[in-house]
């Protein structure tokens, strides 16, 4: 990788790099305004919240509206179970994430900054308190920080905005968009940390030092990715775009092979098969091309002792727990499809089961009042695809590959 990146710099498993190590490194904050959004639509920056919509162009969107008014909405809420790259973020390159938000800030005409922090995060929190300490008092004013409900839904950015205008953390699927009108009625920009953080290397060293990171001009920069499963930890690695999952499950001690499948983008993503999956690009054009999504950063590999059909029963449960609760497809809907994978799972399963869950799966997306119905679903859609013999040895005889392989062992 050439250059600096987001890891660069004294070792992360020292802590919070602070304020005076963080600019004597780095040198001083650029300053913010229309020249940067046009350096960051050159730059082919996406967002790395999940949604990868062109950065540039979203500050764009906010700036024409602000009139001087604008808000910054800093999203560290990271409520993916899989995730954890944007606390580490937090908690070790902290004046990054601050640097970021007062970029956009001065770009889009903001005179606020909220940084919405998971409160489950309580490093990041410090780290982040410490950090905002130790800046100057009239940037410090504009910046104040509020602890995200521990949701899975609590990230979504219409979620946090109505956060923080009502303390109630649920998605708001009808207009006006937060671009328009959010916090306090005014145009938002929300923004995932680690875009902040990217935002702040490149105000620094250009658009054409970022392009030159990533594998082609089409895949500029680098990704933070989250790698759990069948690896030595859990491990948060940075990588160039376009850099392929077997090098990056590599690059945390683990090895392709180890998996009986890849879990790509998280709990909204989906299960994609190892021979498929390995020689996949982290490049977000092509794997939305092939039908994939790299979500928040998140490459699961699920170790060869554990069910397919037994995880998709756990996680498609955990997020029918996660309804917002606003609409019936949400709450009834994502129960009764947990409930019969569930019974596939089990092997308890009705002779329908199977075939029900997949009519569900298709009928329930564009029917919520948000979209985590939606999302639910194509995670559900994707392990009907690629564990198909292992639904159908659940279903039909009632019993799992795994414990013939135990009984031979």
């Not at 904050?29 to 919509?53: H, K, N, Q, T, Y």
């Amino acid at each position: 990788m050439t250059g600096p990146n987001l890891l660069s710099g004294p070792d992360v498993h020292r802590g919070a790099e602070n304020v005076a190590d963080h600019l004597e490194r780095l040198g001083p904050m650029p300053a913010g305004g229309p020249g940067l959004i046009d350096v960051l639509e050159r730059s082919g920056l996406r967002g790395r919240g999940g949604g990868s919509f062109p950065v540039g162009t979203k500050w764009r969107s906010v700036a024409g509206r602000s009139r001087g008014r604008a808000v910054v909405l800093v999203n560290g809420a990271e409520g993916e179970p899989l995730s954890h790259k944007d606390r580490v973020i937090m908690e070790t390159r902290p004046h990054l994430v601050l640097d970021g938000a007062l970029l956009a800030a001065q770009s889009v005409g903001a005179d606020g900054v909220v940084l919405y922090v998971g409160l489950a995060h309580r490093p990041a929190i410090r780290s982040l308190e410490r950090a905002l300490a130790e800046r100057p008092v009239q940037e410090r004013r504009r910046m104040r920080l509020t602890g995200a409900p521990v949701h899975y839904v609590s990230g979504e950015e219409t979620a946090a905005v109505h956060f923080v205008n009502t303390g109630v953390a649920v998605p708001t699927a009808t207009p006006p968009r937060p671009f328009e009108r959010g916090v306090d009625g005014r145009p938002t920009l929300v923004q995932n940390v680690e875009s902040l953080a990217q935002v702040a290397m490149i105000a620094r060293r250009g658009d054409a030092w970022f392009r030159s990171i990533g594998r082609s001009q089409d895949a500029p920069g680098t990704v933070m990715v989250t790698v759990s499963g069948a690896v030595p930890a859990p491990t948060v690695v940075e990588v160039p775009q376009g850099t392929t999952i077997a090098e990056t499950v590599a690059a945390t001690g683990g090895r392709a092979g180890a998996g009986s499948a890849l879990l790509l983008g998280g709990y909204f993503g989906g299960w994609v098969s190892t021979h498929d999956g390995w020689g996949l690009p982290l490049d977000t054009d092509t794997l939305r091309r092939l039908g994939h999504s790299l979500g928040c950063g998140v490459v699961g590999v699920l170790p060869t002792d554990r069910c397919g059909v037994v995880e998709t029963a756990r996680i498609v449960t955990y997020l029918a727990e996660q309804s917002a609760r606003q609409c019936g497809p949400c709450v009834f809907g994502l129960r009764a499809i947990a409930s019969a994978v569930n019974r596939i799972a089990r092997h308890t399963s009705s002779d329908d089961d199977v075939d029900r869950v997949r009519r569900w799966t298709g009928e329930l997306p564009g029917r919520g009042a948000c979209h985590h119905p939606d999302g639910a679903a194509a995670f559900v859609l994707s392990s009907l695809r690629v564990f198909a013999e292992e639904f159908d040895l659940h279903h039909t005889q009632r019993r799992c590959s795994l414990a013939a392989v135990a009984e031979a062992a």
